[in-house]
């Protein structure tokens, strides 16, 4: 019997996912077609479309899933402690300062290399 409710449930889910597209096209369709209207009513009735499929597809199993993906990432994101500007300052200064050993490092790395090159193939000085 509960297999039977899984069923029932997941088509009703398909059904309300159907019904949240087919309400995003006809929002869509409806935007462009009427052109002549103010843009501003325009956005507007698309994003109230748009609000009531969001709505529909939150009424599904997967929008449930969705929606407490989303709380759980806002309670991780607040327990972040951010850098302060110090930190920060000073971290992006240890960066650029490592950038530009590097970068000159393989400069002299490569112009050693060419020199060897030039030097064995009988290019060189």
């Known amino acids: 019997m509960s297999t039977k409710a899984v ?5 009703a889910d398909t ?3 159907l019904v949240a597209l087919l309400l ?3 929002g869509s369709i409806a935007f462009y077609k ?5 843009l501003l009513l325009r956005v507007l009735a698309l994003l109230s479309v748009v609000g009531v499929a969001v709505f529909v ?3 599904t199993n997967k929008g449930r899933l969705a929606w407490a993906f989303v709380a759980g990432a806002r309670t991780e994101v607040r327990k972040v402690i951010w850098p302060t500007r110090a930190e920060t300052m000073q971290t992006t200064l240890m960066v650029v300062i490592m950038v530009i050993l590097v970068g000159i490092l393989l400069w002299i790395m490569d112009s050693f290399l060419l020199w060897a090159v030039k ?3 009988g290019q060189g000085d």
């Open 7 to 11: 069923e029932q449930g997941s088509k």
């Open 15 to 17: 059904l309300k996912m």
């Open 24 to 26: 995003i096209v006809a």
């Open 34 to 38: 009427y052109s002549d209207y103010s």
């Open 57 to 59: 597809v939150l009424q």
């Open 119 to 121: 030097l064995l193939t």
